[in-house]
């Protein structure tokens, strides 16, 4: 079982950057692929990005593509997204998920592949 607590989520103006961290324990997270997902109030959990196990490959939501980066750190177990020129339109709740069935360079965007989830971080883009 692996656990996940992201952090580093705020208030920003548009156009400002944040950086969003999900540290891992309980197993090595060089075992999974990583996503990011966020939800809006009012609106479905959707997908944002993702990095395969290995880190060599990553996909990226047509709204965040050019803005947004997400890495990877095995050696530390920790996740990042790096969002900037934010928008109002990105304000949500930002989850970070594993993805343990997705291998070396594979991913993918679907939320149910998805077995385990952080708790989530706010994300408020002011205009």
């Known amino acids: 079982q692996v656990q996940l607590v992201e952090s580093g989520g705020g208030l920003v103006q548009a156009g400002g950057s944040l950086r969003l961290t999900c540290v891992a324990s309980g197993r090595p997270l060089s075992n999974y692929a990583m996503g990011w997902f966020r939800q809006a109030p009012g609106k479905e959990r959707e997908f944002v990005a993702t990095?395969?196990?290995?880190?060599?490959?990553?996909g990226y939501a047509d709204s965040v593509k050019g803005r947004f980066t997400i890495s990877r750190d095995n050696a530390k177990n920790t996740v990042y997204l790096q969002m900037n020129s934010l928008e109002p339109d990105d304000t949500a709740v930002y989850y970070c998920?594993?993805?343990?069935?997705?291998?070396?360079?594979?991913?993918?965007?679907?939320?149910?592949?998805?077995?385990?989830w952080g708790q989530g971080t706010q994300v408020t883009v002011s205009s």
């Open positions: 998920a594993a993805d343990r069935s997705s291998y070396g360079s594979a991913w993918t965007r679907q939320l149910g592949a998805y077995d385990h």
């Open positions: 990095v395969s196990s290995s880190g060599t490959t990553t």
